[in-house]
């Protein structure tokens, strides 16, 4: 990572840039754990247990490792995201605009991924070590173990420095109450806040925090009930390259 950026992203993942949570891929491969790594995600995104807890929890309800062959057929069968978001990784590559997948998903579901192409290079990755393979192939020059919801902003943090990317160009964007402390970490270094499909537990920790979301993007799920995976769908995540391109000139 020597190239010179003019700005930086740094995104969840899971129900942020795509319509899936970090467990699916076990829950497709045992799908008896479906409702228990259900509770499991929605106890850590609400801030009730640590991500460290929950992970403790997953270890002891797998009965085995996720071997790559399951990752595969998981993928195979299930990979998307939401709509513009490979173009909007393109797009930023194009402009100098370092992008980065900061996220408690694991890394050997984004080994498998990049190993299969299915989404295009990025620089860095920040993920959880849960399930990670030996494997290098198509892998990110620059990989940040996440053991907990707060080493997003730290690795954040620590990409930015490396890179003298000041805090006035750095993007953070998250959707959920485990995004918290990254969204508290930015509005104090003076970064800009997306909400990206808010959900009430996000919206609810910065309001608590006194954290001004500077904007709200897709779906505002702190202001309606239900999930609308269609409607999800036609967000087009392109449109940000407006603001994106507001903040880089700035």
Same mark, same amino acid.
């Given at each position: 990572?020597?190239?010179? $950026?003019?700005?930086?992203?740094?995104?969840?993942?899971?129900?942020?840039?795509?319509?899936?949570?970090?467990? /699916?891929?076990?829950?497709?491969?045992?799908?008896?754990? #479906?409702?228990?790594?259900?509770?499991?995600?929605?106890? $850590?995104?609400?801030?009730?247990?640590?991500?460290?807890?929950?992970?403790?929890?997953?270890?002891?309800?797998? =009965?085995?490792?996720?071997?790559? /062959?399951?990752?595969?057929? $998981?993928?195979?069968?299930?990979?998307?995201?939401?709509? +513009?978001?490979?173009?909007?990784?393109?797009?930023? !590559?194009?402009?100098?605009?370092?992008?980065?997948?900061?996220?408690?998903?694991?890394? &050997?579901?984004?080994?498998?991924?990049?190993?299969? %192409?299915?989404?295009?290079?990025?620089?860095?990755? %920040?993920?959880?070590?849960?399930?990670?393979?030996p494997e290098k192939s198509?892998m990110p020059p620059q990989?940040?173990?996440?053991? #907990?919801?707060?080493?997003?902003?730290?690795?954040?943090? #620590?990409? !930015?420095?490396?890179?003298?990317?000041?805090?006035?160009?750095?993007?953070?964007? +998250?959707?959920? +109450?485990?995004?918290?402390?990254?969204?508290?970490?930015?509005?104090?270094? &003076?970064?800009?806040?997306?909400?990206?499909?808010?959900? =009430?537990?996000?919206? @609810?920790?910065?309001?608590?925090?006194?954290?001004?979301?500077?904007?709200?993007?897709?779906?505002? $799920?702190?202001?309606?009930?239900?999930?609308?995976?269609?409607?999800?769908?036609?967000?087009?995540?392109?449109?940000?390259?407006?603001?994106?391109? #507001?903040?880089? @000139?700035?």
């Open positions: 990572m020597i190239k010179h $950026y003019k700005a930086m992203v740094s995104s969840d993942w899971n129900e942020c840039l795509a319509p899936c949570g970090p467990f /699916d891929c076990i829950s497709f491969a045992y799908p008896r754990l #479906e409702a228990e790594l259900a509770d499991v995600f929605r106890q $850590y995104t609400g801030n009730f247990i640590s991500l460290g807890e929950a992970a403790g929890q997953i270890r002891e309800l797998l =009965p085995d490792p996720i071997t790559p /062959d399951q990752m595969d057929a $998981y993928l195979d069968e299930s990979f998307t995201t939401y709509t +513009g978001v490979p173009e909007l990784i393109e797009w930023c !590559a194009s402009n100098s605009i370092l992008f980065m997948i900061n996220t408690t998903g694991m890394i &050997g579901y984004f080994q498998r991924i990049f190993a299969k %192409s299915l989404l295009p290079p990025v620089p860095v990755i %920040s993920a959880h070590p849960m399930i990670r393979y198509g990989i940040y173990e996440l053991f #907990e919801t707060r080493d997003k902003s730290k690795n954040t943090d #620590e990409v !930015a420095r490396s890179l003298a990317i000041p805090a006035a160009k750095t993007i953070l964007l +998250g959707d959920s +109450g485990g995004d918290g402390p990254h969204f508290e970490w930015g509005a104090a270094a &003076g970064a800009y806040l997306i909400g990206s499909m808010t959900k =009430p537990s996000l919206d @609810n920790y910065c309001r608590e925090k006194n954290i001004e979301i500077n904007l709200r993007f897709g779906l505002d $799920y702190s202001r309606r009930e239900k999930r609308n995976s269609q409607e999800e769908s036609q967000v087009n995540f392109m449109v940000l390259t407006t603001t994106i391109k #507001e903040i880089v @000139n700035r």
